[in-house]
C-alpha cells in the first residue's frame, strides 16, 4: 500500500522560508514522477514542481526562481524548499506519486501554508 506523507507547513511572514518534505512508503520515490501541486481556497488545484525519475525538474511560473524540488533517494523522500514566499503562495499542498505522466497516482494528506502580508 502506497502512502505519501507531507511535513513541514506552517504560518511564516511574508518572505520567509519553509520546507516541506514527502516521505514515500510502499513505492520508491525515485522510479515515479514525484510532484508538489497546491491549492487555494476558492482555486483549483495546481501544479507547483516536478521531479522526473530522470532527475528532470519542472515549476509553474509563478514560483520559478524561489521554489526548489529535490529528492532523496536514500531517505526515498522529495522535498520542496520554498524561498520568498508570497501571500499568494497559501494553500493546501499535496506530494503525488505516480508512475506515468497520465495516471492519477497517490497523494498524500497535504499540509497548510500560510503567509502573511
Known amino acids: 500500500q502506497v502512502q505519501l506523507v507531507e511535513s513541514g507547513g506552517g504560518l511564516v511572514q511574508a518572505g520567509g522560508s519553509l520546507r516541506l518534505s514527502c516521505a514515500g512508503s510502499g513505492t520508491i520515490v525515485s522510479i515515479n514522477i514525484m510532484g508538489w501541486y497546491r491549492r487555494a481556497p476558492g482555486k483549483q488545484r495546481e501544479l507547483v514542481a516536478g521531479?522526473?525519475?530522470?532527475?528532470?525538474?519542472n515549476y509553474a511560473d509563478s514560483v520559478k526562481g524561489r521554489f526548489t524540488i529535490s529528492r532523496d533517494n536514500a531517505k526515498n523522500t522529495v522535498d520542496l524548499q520554498m524561498n520568498s514566499l508570497k501571500p499568494e503562495d497559501t494553500a493546501v499542498y499535496y506530494c503525488?506519486?505516480?508512475?506515468?505522466?497520465?495516471?492519477?497516482?497517490?497523494w498524500g494528506q497535504g499540509t497548510q501554508v500560510s503567509v502573511s502580508s
Open positions: 503525488n506519486a505516480r508512475r506515468q505522466s497520465w495516471l492519477n497516482g497517490n
Open positions: 521531479i522526473t525519475p530522470s532527475g528532470s525538474t
